[in-house]
């Protein structure tokens, strides 16, 4: 079993910035991937990005390339998601996902509404 619990979630402006954390617990060592997904207001399951736990390598979406920053810090099992730039789109309920082989979990998620 693996939980995940994502925080760092709060309104803020547009253009600004903000950083979530995803802790990891469980069985971790079996998760080979770490997401970050996002859902807007009344809009499907977004994906944002992800590292690849093995050799670190990260991907991001189109979308927020340029703008997100995903990172790990192993010692705290945490992946972090670095948010600048904020756009009103950028608006979500932002959640983590840990994917190993056969398996998958999600966080509660938390909420990111940006203002105007």
């Known amino acids: 079993q693996v939980q995940l619990l994502e925080s760092g979630g709060g309104v803020v402006q547009a253009g600004g910035s903000l950083r979530l954390s995803c802790s990891v617990s469980?069985?971790?060592?079996?998760?080979?991937?770490m997401y970050w997904y996002r859902q807007a207001p009344g809009k499907g399951r977004e994906y944002v990005g992800e590292?690849?736990?093995?050799?670190?390598?990260?991907d991001y979406a189109n979308s927020v390339k340029g703008r997100f920053t995903i990172s790990e810090d192993n010692a705290k099992n945490t992946v972090f998601l670095q948010m600048n730039n904020l756009a009103l789109a950028d608006t979500a309920v932002y959640s983590c996902?840990?994917?190993?082989?056969?398996?998958?979990?999600w966080g509660p998620g938390t909420q990111v509404p940006v203002s105007s």
């Open positions: 996902h840990a994917a190993g082989v056969g398996t998958d979990y």
């Open positions: 590292i690849r736990r093995s050799d670190g390598h990260i």
């Open positions: 469980g069985r971790t060592a079996d998760m080979d991937y």
